[in-house]
C-alpha cells in the first residue's frame, strides 16, 4: 500500500518525505485556502513546489464544474510536472472530463466518492485513483472502511485498474483498516503516519534497554 500525505502545507510534505515512506502528496481547495495559497500563478508555483519536494503523484484539485472548463484547468495544472494528477469531482461534467483525461495521457483522481456506483462510474470513465472520502463516511454514522472493502472485491472481481486511494483517513486505526480490506493508496495527515508510531510497550522496552545499555 502506497502512502500520500493530504496536505498543501510543504514544512509537513518534507516531514513525511524525510521519514522515507512517503509515495505521494494529495491537495484539496480547502488544504490549499488554509496555506493562504491565492491567485492562478501562486496556485501553479504551489504545486510545482510539492513537485519539487516529492518524487511521486501530487493530486491538484480542479475547482471548475463545467465539461470544458474542467479540461482547460486540468491541462494547465497537468503541464506543470508529468507527476501531476488531476483531481476531478465526481460528477457528471467530471466523469466527461474525466474520459477525455484518459485518452488524453492525462492521469486524475476522481474525488468525492461516497458509494460503490460512483466508484464503478470513476473506473469506467478510467480515472487513475478514485478517492473514497472515509472519515467524512464514518461522521455520517456509515462504515467508511466497509465501502473500501465493497469497492476492492468490486475492481478485483470486474478487473478494473483503477486504484482505491482511501481519503478523509481521520486516525491511524484508519490506515490500518484499510490496509486490511485492500486500499491500494492511504493519504493521511501527518499526525495519523506518525501515529503509527505509537505503542506504549515500545516506549517501555526502549527506556529498559537504555537503562541497561548504561550497565554494558
Ligand atoms: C483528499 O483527497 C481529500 O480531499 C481529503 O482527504 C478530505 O479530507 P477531509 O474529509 O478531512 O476534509
Known sequence: MKFFIDTANLDQIREAHDLGVLDGVTTNPSLMAKEGIKGEAAILKHYADICDIVDGDV??????????SIVEEGKKLA????????KVPMIKEG????????????????????????A????????????????RIDDSNWDGVELIAQISQIYSLQGFKTEILAASIRS?????KCAEVGADVCT??????????K???????????LDDAKKM
Open 95 to 118: 466523469v466527461k472530463a474525466i474520459k477525455w483525461f484518459s485518452e488524453n495521457g492525462i492521469r486524475t483522481n476522481c474525488t468525492l466518492v461516497f458509494s460503490a456506483g460512483q
Open 172 to 176: 491511524a486505526l484508519h490506515i490500518v
Open 199 to 209: 505503542h506504549p510497550l515500545t516506549d517501555i522496552g526502549l527506556a529498559k534497554f
Open 120 to 135: 464503478i462510474l470513476a473506473a469506467k470513465a478510467g480515472a487513475a485513483y478514485v478517492s473514497p472520502f472515509i472519515g
Open 188 to 197: 493521511c495527515p501527518l499526525d495519523s503516519i506518525l501515529g503509527l508510531l
Open 59 to 68: 493530486s491538484a484539485e480542479v475547482f471548475s464544474t463545467d465539461f470544458k
Open 79 to 86: 503541464a506543470i510536472h508529468p507527476n501531476i494528477v488531476v
